[in-house]
């Protein structure tokens, strides 16, 4: 039984390290969403719309960041961008990993060291998921050059430069 437990803990931890790195990118529109969504309560318009001005707040920020990371021509603004959106996840990641420490090492000076690389580590992933997750322009890419055979708009394009 033992055994069973140490593994399903290690198990536990991969899966919450895994979430860390996976939703990193989502902590600002998540801080601005709760912001906006608790002064909405306070601003006593109720918890259901509270919440939906949040959600609605939260998503904007995220649609926006995407839109302007992928519209952005200038290499300084989209580093600047992925900065903003990395801030707040170097400092959740800083938190989260600062609270597994506390698990497994007793020395106070190593736990802060662990969590400092944890939290540089949560930042570059979170610039890293933005890059990724913005989507490419028109015309650029491997994927935007490819045409199939099947599909009729490269039929048409191909018919229309057998004329010229």
Same mark, same amino acid.
């Given at each position: 039984?033992?055994?069973?437990?140490?593994?399903?803990?290690?198990?536990?931890?991969?899966?919450?390290?895994?979430?860390?790195?996976?939703?990193?990118?989502?902590?600002?529109?998540?801080?601005?969403?709760?912001s906006v969504g608790l002064t909405a309560y306070d601003?006593?318009?109720?918890? +259901?719309? &509270?919440? #939906?001005? !949040?959600?609605? %707040?939260?998503?904007?920020?995220?649609? *926006?960041?995407?839109? $302007?990371? /992928?519209?952005?021509?200038?290499?300084?603004?989209?580093?600047?961008?992925?900065?903003?959106?990395? +801030?707040? &996840?170097? #400092?959740? !990641?800083?938190? %989260?990993?600062?609270?597994?420490?506390? *698990?497994?090492?007793? $020395?106070? /000076?190593?736990?802060?060291?662990?969590?400092?690389?944890?939290?540089?580590?949560?930042?570059?992933?979170?610039? &890293?998921?933005?890059a990724v997750s913005s989507p490419p322009e028109i015309?650029?890419? *491997?994927?935007?050059?490819?045409?199939?055979?099947?599909?009729?708009?490269?039929?048409?394009?191909?018919?229309?430069?057998?004329r010229l």
């Amino acid at each position: 039984m033992i055994v069973i437990g140490i593994i399903l803990s290690f198990v536990a931890l991969a899966y919450l390290c895994w979430l860390l790195f996976a939703l990193a990118v989502y902590a600002l529109p998540f801080f601005v969403g709760v912001s906006v969504g608790l002064t909405a309560y306070d601003s006593n318009s109720g918890p +259901v719309a &509270a919440i #939906v001005i !949040g959600v609605i %707040a939260g998503s904007t920020v995220l649609l *926006l960041g995407q839109i $302007a990371f /992928a519209g952005l021509r200038s290499p300084v603004m989209p580093a600047a961008l992925a900065l903003i959106f990395a +801030v707040p &996840a170097a #400092v959740a !990641g800083y938190h %989260a990993v600062a609270g597994l420490t506390y *698990l497994f090492i007793p $020395a106070g /000076a190593w736990r802060d060291v662990i969590a400092i690389l944890g939290a540089i580590v949560v930042a570059t992933t979170a610039c &890293a998921r933005m890059a990724v997750s913005s989507p490419p322009e028109i015309g650029q890419g *491997l994927v935007a050059e490819v045409t199939s055979p099947d599909l009729p708009a490269s039929r048409t394009s191909e018919a229309s430069t057998r004329r010229l």
